[in-house]
């Protein structure tokens, strides 16, 4: 059972390099989520998705774009990286809403901007 | 907007010791779900326990439990016979339906530590 898989787990850019970090869950979920983590805070929603081909704006989207072309795969792009988007990123997947279908989480990509 | 509270930023118990983390959260929803997660030194997101606030009954999954006042608006995760291996930072989340998505929001979590 790989559940969601994040790749990668690390990586170091410089400032104004782009970079995809990759989400895959193998369940079948129809939502998928994405989300920074910021020192000593807790996750931000950035995007989400509710199907393939529907995207929508979470509470922290500037400086991302996502796209969802299969039910399996929610990559999420950096442009132009920025110091400030040095966070970790997690991705996480659920079969319905929020709360009824709790969501399962990848183990997350630390990136780092310098 | 929602938001969930965490007002413990540290707490620190003795193995087999009982422990209670303390969340509180603002909505004007009536019908919503509230989260306990966990996030060890690995990192990985674990779901400890969930709450529908329909139910007046309060959660239960073997050494942890929820007391939950919906109308105080508190949601605190009691775990007992604290192991080693609940060292983690805990976070409370919040789910509920405004805006037509039900999104989880998270508090800024509350970092726990059980000695030996």
């Known amino acids: 059972n790989a559940g969601v898989t994040q790749t990668p787990k690390f990586r170091i850019l410089k400032i104004g390099q782009s970079m995809t970090l990759q989400c895959a869950q193998d369940?079948?979920?129809?939502?998928m989520y994405w989300y920074r983590q910021d020192p000593g805070m807790g996750l931000k929603l950035i995007y989400y998705?509710?199907?393939?081909?529907?995207?929508d704006k979470g509470e922290v989207p500037n400086g991302y774009n996502v796209s969802r072309s299969t039910t399996e795969d929610f990559p999420l792009r950096l442009e132009l990286a920025a110091p400030s988007q040095t966070s970790v990123y997690f991705c996480?997947?659920?079969?319905?809403?929020?709360?009824?279908?709790?969501?399962?989480f990848g183990d997350g990509t630390r990136l780092s901007i310098l | 907007a929602q938001t969930v509270t965490q007002s413990q930023p540290e707490m620190s118990v003795q193995e087999a010791e009982t422990v209670t983390l303390s969340c509180t959260y603002d909505?004007?929803?009536?019908?919503?779900?509230l989260f306990w997660y966990k996030q060890p030194p690995s990192r990985q997101m674990i779901l400890v326990i969930r709450?529908?606030?329909?139910?007046?009954q309060n959660a239960t999954e073997n050494r942890f439990s929820v007391n939950f006042q919906k109308a105080a608006k508190s949601f605190s995760l009691k775990i007992s016979d604290s192991q080693l291996g609940d060292t983690a930072m805990y976070f409370c989340?919040?789910?509920?339906?405004?805006?037509?998505?039900?999104?989880?929001?998270f508090g800024k979590g509350m970092k726990l530590t059980v000695n030996p």
């Open positions: 709450q529908e606030a329909y139910k007046q």
């Open positions: 998705s509710v199907g393939a081909g529907i995207t």
């Open positions: 996480a997947s659920s079969y319905g809403t929020g709360g009824n279908q709790p969501q399962h």
């Open positions: 909505t004007s929803e009536n019908n919503y779900y």
């Open positions: 369940m079948n979920h129809n939502y």
């Open positions: 989340a919040f789910s509920g339906h405004q805006g037509g998505s039900e999104k989880l929001v």
